[in-house]
Nanobody
């Protein structure tokens, strides 16, 4: 059974940085696509970034491009989201997700098979 556990959220001032971590267990993830999504109160869950486990190819939402960096550590089964130059509009619960079926990244939550419990990120102005 796949388990995804996020950590690293917290409260930070605008312009600050945070690094989120996602510990993945229960499978061999070599063919998976790993994603980060976020959901703010009253809004739909939205795509943030994705990385292919095998080749490390990365994809970003336009709203975070140039500020966020997604990466993975194959040896540790970890996925990271480095968030710099944070803005109040980045405030949300951030979720790690795994897609075991797609051959190309997806920005649609429905395409992901496994989800973590989420970690809160709050950016104060």
């Amino acid at each position: 059974q796949v388990q995804l556990v996020e950590s690293g959220g917290g409260l930070v001032q605008a312009g600050g940085s945070l690094r989120l971590s996602c510990a993945a267990s229960g499978r061999t993830f070599s063919s998976y696509i790993m994603g980060w999504f976020r959901q703010a109160p009253g809004k739909e869950r939205e795509f943030v970034a994705a990385v292919t486990w095998s080749f490390g190819a990365t994809y970003y939402a336009d709203s975070v491009k140039g500020r966020f960096t997604i990466s993975r550590d194959n040896a540790k089964n970890m996925v990271y989201l480095q968030m710099n130059s944070l803005k109040p509009e980045d405030t949300a619960v951030y979720y790690c997700a795994a897609d075991r079926r797609s051959s190309y990244y997806s920005d649609i939550p429905h395409d992901y098979d496994y989800w973590g419990q989420g970690t809160q990120v709050t950016v104060s102005s």
